[in-house]
């Protein structure tokens, strides 16, 4: 979800909306809501699920679209020009980002729901719980690492560089990391359904996103106008996006209601090595920005960053290559109720410690 207080790099008055502070209440009503519409109305959602063109769910790619447009126009490229400046943080966030989180995730799939999972777990399944798990270790979060960053008083200019070089690396990594790890778990990859979801989801996106951006500050004519413009934009676009996030979850829940209901202990199941994932990536971080002293108002930001995730891309994709009723898709979205009370508690646990590095 994207957060309309920060906009190229500078913090707006208001600081961290209504939404984003009840954010795990609300997911949680719409998990509840998802798994009794689907009880009551299956055919409703049978009818849903059915549209759909080239194993894209158009439903609920409208609804990905809509989270992710504005996100997408509030990062800003130009910013990939301070690439240089403090190189520290911005190394730690591409080594966490994509050497270790994807296949730390990977192997704690394995671990967990081939081995210590394995006595409750059907082996099929297991494999599609692991490629969800796959999908969210594979995509660095984008959007709620504003939130997160502002929340610890993180340098928000820093902050928008590494989110845009991490959205140029995911361009080109993430569809050849997901085939690896798939690969490696001995799951068949649908090369031409990830690579077009690649770019539905991420090269479209980012190219609207920029194109609308830079129409924007075109017509604002430059100075704080541009800012001002971008954030009216993608402010008057929340409402929008936040109805996309709700209704993706109330409609991958539905479509999973009996699933759930007929094994409620699978969402626990599936949250163990998420848990475990997002503490223990948070932690290497974390430390590494401490031992090289890198100062706090880049260091929470540069941690939070490799622990969260972009669990839109993650569902999207989910759904592309294994079906909106798999269980890849149940655990991308089993991502979204565990993330944010996770990354609240480290967050404080950030504040708490800040005197832990020098000041920016």
Not at 31 to 53: D, K, S
Not at 212 to 234: D, K, P
Not at 305 to 314: D, P, Q, Y
Request: proline share 5%; net charge neutral; charged share 10%.
């Amino acid at each position: 979800m994207t957060d309309t207080t920060l906009v190229s790099g500078r913090a707006a008055p208001g600081g961290i909306g209504f939404f984003e502070k009840w954010l795990s209440v609300w997911v949680a009503l719409c998990i509840a809501a998802g798994i009794v519409l689907g009880t009551l109305f299956p055919g409703v959602f049978g009818v849903l699920a059915g549209i759909e063109y080239a194993s894209v769910n158009l439903v609920v790619a409208v609804l990905i679209w809509a989270m992710v447009f504005p996100m997408m126009v509030n990062v800003d490229f130009a910013s990939l020009r301070h690439i240089g400046d403090r190189p520290k943080g911005l190394v730690l966030t591409i080594a966490v980002n994509w050497l270790i989180k994807p296949f730390t995730m990977a192997a704690l799939g394995v671990l967990f729901f081939e081995y210590i999972f394995a006595p409750w777990i059907q082996p099929a399944d297991a494999q599609q719980y692991i490629a969800g798990l796959i999908l969210l270790g594979a995509a660095p979060c984008t959007a709620m690492v504003f939130v997160w960053s502002q929340m610890t008083r993180g340098d928000a200019t820093y902050t928008l560089v590494q989110v845009s070089v991490n959205d140029v690396i995911m361009i080109f990594a993430f569809a050849p990391i997901v085939a690896l790890l798939l690969g490696v778990t001995d799951i068949v990859v649908p090369w031409a359904t990830l690579i077009l979801s690649t770019i539905l989801y991420v090269v479209i996106p980012l190219v609207a996103g920029a194109l609308t951006r830079n129409w924007l500050v075109g017509r604002a004519g430059g100075g704080g106008n541009m800012e001002a413009a971008v954030s009216e934009f993608t402010g008057r676009l929340k409402p929008i996006s936040v109805i996309g996030l709700l209704a993706t979850v109330v409609l991958l829940f539905g479509f999973q209601g009996n699933v759930i209901l007929a094994n409620p202990m699978l969402i626990v199941l599936i949250a163990v090595p998420l848990v475990l994932q997002s503490y223990g990536i948070f932690a290497i971080a974390y430390a590494a920005a401490k031992a090289w002293k890198v100062p706090f108002n880049v260091a929470a930001p540069c941690a939070l960053i490799g622990t969260s995730n972009f669990f839109e891309l993650a569902v999207a994709v989910a759904i592309s290559l294994f079906g909106l009723h798999s269980g890849a898709a149940l655990a991308t979205v089993v991502g979204v109720l565990v993330e944010v009370p996770v990354m609240l508690s480290l967050v404080a646990f950030a504040n708490r410690t800040q005197h832990w590095f020098p000041k920016g």
